[in-house]
Each structure stands twice: as structure tokens, then as C-alpha cells.
């Protein structure tokens, strides 16, 4: 029932692209009051409309992280009401080196940022970005942006080194639903597990929106991630509920980048912005300290034959002119699907065989809700030893939607996981590239490790399996009740399933 009153709302959607707003609804209060089953936001409460004081502070990388940094942010339109024709000064961020004491401010260097409105049912923000530009490598910077008569925290991150130094990585799966009530203890469990983290890989559907703007979504992912989005570089792959649906199951049906994604709203995750156009907004790479990460859009793929071609010539540029140690690639739909009723064989035609040929390492993908670990066909072997290794392909949840692994996944992937919200720690050395998949509770439970041999060949060396935790299954007792055979619909927690009770 939730799912038609969601739907029947898209007819009401408007997208306004005059004046650079996004028009979220004709009636916004209709939206508010049907994303409260997602989130912890009573009907009728304000808890995430934006303020003087900045906030959704990000890192993105750019496509020179030891050179640049790009951080976006948030604040109301009170004074800077730029498409009103206001001649306020843009807003500032203010970077120096990360010395010892608090005189920060008098060394700093000023950036004014790019600011466009975005309209939500939230109301009306302000969306700020910029890049930090001259950067030294390796130098910790500290910076603070600019609100309304005031300013953000200092806030402080480490340039990239030019070339290979070992660093550790989190990668998440989907995030999505009860995004306060469920997805905060991962990222709370991870940067606990892993401080010094460089960088954090989110491969789609951060929140669950889709069929409206649902702004307190978004409030509740960038509360759950908290300072450390301001502290560590966010690598986001668009899922397809980055996407709003207009006019579904309609001739005039029509896909839209929610506006947290757009460029043209100044809130797109893709700051390395050097993609393939018309994808420039959530397909791109950067190398960070000798690690090529690919940003690819499955989405697009998957939904218009013609954006898998293209991202498949863009990638193959990419990856034969790669000097770095190691290569990672995130998207969004698995390339290999765990759960029941899933396939994406256009992934595998145009996709697969360029990660094969150029030695791509990790593909890290979500949309499944659930665990699996695949090995490249034909050389897939489960057990314990080592092996010539090709590209491994991960699927791992975050968030608190669980789905079913499909028995045809059980029988060949080397580890799968249903009812277990996840994160991942990536530790590249020089020779040799850990992966270690824990549970919320910080139980290891997939790990494995990719070893340069002399000869230039790559070995996979599987942990000991007495040292994981066994495979886990669905453990919602009602779960056999439900008509769609999910294990949790990732919504259950809500208010309104408690309202239900
Ligand atoms: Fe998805």
C-alpha cells in the first residue's frame, strides 16, 4: 500500500529546471507525511531543514587528490538568495596548513564557492561547492566553511601522496532505508574499526527516495555519517534510487537525477567531473596514492543499451592507460546478482571482459541486499589456498533492507550473507591488497587477500576459515508471511511500522 501512495505521488511531481530549482511537489506535505515510515522524523516535526549554520559538509575527490579537494555544503537561503538577483558575496571556505594551535585563521587561504538553490520538501536550501586548489601532497589541511554570519567547525583532511604509500579504505553497500535508526551504527562501527581510513566508497542507493525528494533522507544519511563526511573523501557510485521516476508505468516515463546527484544543482558527487558526457555527474576516476578508483553507473547501463557502450569505451581508455598498483571499480547493479530473481547479463557483455583483459582487482558493487563474493568464472574455487586471481566481484548491504541469497549464488560464490548489515575494510600495501568484510558487530566475516607475485602474476590467498563467521540466513521469524519472501523490507523499523503494532 505504501508503495502506491508513493507512486500515485510522482503525478503530482513537477521538475522546474527554470531558475535552477528543483520543484519537489505541488504538495510537499504529501511527501513529507510518506517518508516517515523511512526514517525517525514524526509527521508535522522539522528536524532537517537547512539554517544559517553550514551543514552536509563533504569531501569529494577530485581527479588530483594530492593537488585539490573539493567540498560541498548546505545552508538556508535567509541572505544569500542568489536566483532572487541578491548581490550578496558568495560564500567562502577558508584552508591553511594543519598546524598545532588555534591561530588557523591567520595564515589561511579564501576560496569563493558556487552556490545554486535547490528546493526539496524541506523547503528551499542552498547548495555550496568548491575546490581547494594548490594543494600541497601529503599535507594535512585544515578548512572551515562559510554560513550566514558564522562558520563551520575547523575541519581537517590529509592531501593524497603523488605516487604508491600503503592506505586503507571503507567500502559500503546500500545504506537506503531507516538511514538514522539502522545505517549510523555501520558508519559508526567502521570509522571506529578503521580511524585513519583515507577514503569511503558508497556504491548507490544511498538513500531510498525514488519516487519523491525526500529530503529528511538525505538529513538522516548525512547525520548518520556525521563529521567524518567533512574528514574523509566520499566516493559515491549512483544507485538507482538515486534516480526520481516521473510518470511511471506512462509513455512520458522519465528518469531524473535526484538533485543531491545533479550538477546543475551544484550538489553532484562526481567532482573528479571526467567522465564520458552525457554521464560526466556519476562516471569518473581518480588515482588516489596509487590506487585507480572507476566510478561507473549501472543505472544508465542497464536502463539504455547505448550508456553501456559508452561507458565501455570510456573504461577501456581508462584501463589501458593505467600506471597505477592497483585498480578498483564501483557501480551499483552486481555484475554476478546473489539475491533471488536478479540478472544483469548487459553488465557482463560489455562490462566484464574489459575488467578481465586490464587486471582490474575489486569491483564493488550493492543493489542485492545481501553478501556475496564472486571470483571471475573459470577460475572460481572455494576453500582455502591460493589461486591465479582475476577480477573479485563484492556485493555487500549496509542498510537495513535484507533480501534472499538465490540458490544458484549459494552453490558457487565463495561466501554469501543474508540478514547481516555489513562494512568493508580495504588495506592496499604495496604487494599485496587485504579485504576484510565485517558485520555491524565487528565479527570478520569474508577475508581475503591479493598478492603480487615477482613474476608481475596475482595470487588470492583466502583466510582461515575458523577465523570468519559462519554463512548467516535470514532470521526474521515473519519473514516466511511476507508475499514478496524478503527478509526485511528495510522499512520495518520506522515509525510506521510501530504505529502498526
Ligand atoms: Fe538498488
Given at each position: 500500500m505504501r508503495i502506491f501512495n508513493l507512486r500515485h505521488s510522482m503525478a503530482l511531481l513537477v521538475l522546474s529546471l527554470a531558475g535552477g530549482v528543483l520543484a519537489a511537489s505541488t504538495n510537499p506535505a504529501n511527501d513529507t507525511a510518506q517518508a516517515q515510515g523511512n526514517t525517525l522524523v514524526p509527521a508535522g516535526v522539522s528536524r532537517y531543514q537547512s539554517t544559517v549554520f553550514p551543514d552536509r559538509v563533504i569531501l569529494l575527490p577530485t581527479a588530483t587528490p594530492a593537488l585539490s579537494q573539493r567540498v560541498n555544503w548546505r545552508t538556508t537561503t535567509l541572505v544569500h538568495q542568489a536566483a532572487a538577483g541578491d548581490k550578496s558575496p558568495p560564500l567562502l571556505a577558508e584552508i591553511t596548513p594543519a598546524g598545532d594551535g588555534p591561530g588557523l585563521h591567520l595564515q589561511a587561504r579564501r576560496f569563493n564557492a558556487t552556490s545554486r538553490q535547490v528546493q526539496t520538501d524541506n523547503g528551499v536550501s542552498v547548495h555550496h561547492q568548491l575546490t581547494f586548489t594548490d594543494l600541497q601532497p601529503d599535507t594535512l589541511y585544515a578548512y572551515r566553511v562559510q554560513g550566514l554570519g558564522t562558520w563551520s567547525e575547523w575541519l581537517q583532511f590529509r592531501t593524497a601522496k603523488t605516487s604508491f604509500a600503503p592506505f586503507r579504505a571503507l567500502y559500503f553497500g546500500d545504506a537506503q532505508n531507516s538511514l538514522k535508526s539502522h545505517f549510523s551504527r555501520v558508519a559508526r562501527a567502521a570509522l571506529l574499526k578503521?580511524?585513519?581510513?583515507a577514503l569511503m566508497i558508497h556504491a548507490g542507493d544511498l538513500v531510498n527516495s525514488r519516487y519523491g525528494v525526500l529530503d529528511n533522507e538525505w538529513g538522516e544519511w548525512f547525520d548518520a555519517a556525521g563529521w567524518q563526511a567533512g574528514m574523509v573523501n566520499q566516493l559515491i557510485a549512483a544507485g538507482n534510487h538515486e534516480y526520481l521516476k516521473l510518470n511511471e508505468d506512462t509513455p512520458q516515463e522519465k528518469r531524473v537525477l535526484a538533485p543531491q546527484f545533479n550538477l546543475q544543482f551544484g550538489a553532484q558527487f562526481g567532482a573528479a567531473s571526467n567522465g564520458p558526457e552525457p554521464l560526466r555527474d556519476t562516471v569518473y576516476f581518480t588515482d588516489y596514492q596509487g590506487v585507480r578508483f572507476i566510478v561507473l553507473n549501472s543505472t544508465e547501463a542497464l536502463e539504455n543499451e547505448a550508456m553501456a557502450k559508452l561507458q565501455a569505451q570510456w573504461l577501456e581508455q581508462v584501463l589501458s592507460q593505467n600506471p597505477q598498483r592497483w585498480t578498483v571499480v564501483s557501480y551499483h547493479h552486481p555484475m554476478f546478482s546473489v539475491s533471488q530473481g536478479r540478472d544483469n547479463p548487459r553488465l557482463r557483455q560489455y562490462w566484464q571482459p574489459l575488467f578481465e583483459k586490464y587486471g582490474v582487482d575489486l569491483a564493488l558493487q550493492g543493489h542485492d541486499h545481501v553478501y556475496g563474493r564472486q571470483l571471475a568464472p573459470g577460475l572460481n574455487k572455494a576453500g582455502t589456498g591460493s589461486e591465479q586471481a582475476g577480477t573479485v566481484y563484492l556485493v555487500s548491504v549496509a542498510g537495513p533492507k535484507m533480501y534472499l541469497v538465490a540458490d544458484g549464488a549459494r552453490r558457487t560464490m565463495q561466501k554469501v550473507a543474508e540478514d547481516t548489515q555489513l562494512f568493508q575494510l580495504l588495506d592496499f600495501q604495496e604487494n599485496e591488497l587485504t579485504y576484510q568484510s565485517f558485520t555491524v558487530s565487528g565479527q570478520l566475516y569474508d577475508s581475503f587477500a591479493l598478492q603480487r607475485q615477482p613474476d608481475g602474476s596475482k595470487q588470492l590467498l583466502e583466510t582461515d576459515t575458523s577465523k570468519l563467521l559462519p554463512a548467516r540466513r535470514c532470521g526474521n521469524p515473519d519473514m516466511a508471511r511476507k508475499a514478496e519472501k524478503k527478509c526485511w523490507q528495510g522499512d520495518d523499523f520506522g515509525l510506521a511500522a510501530k504505529a502498526n503494532r
Open positions: 578503521a580511524p585513519d581510513a
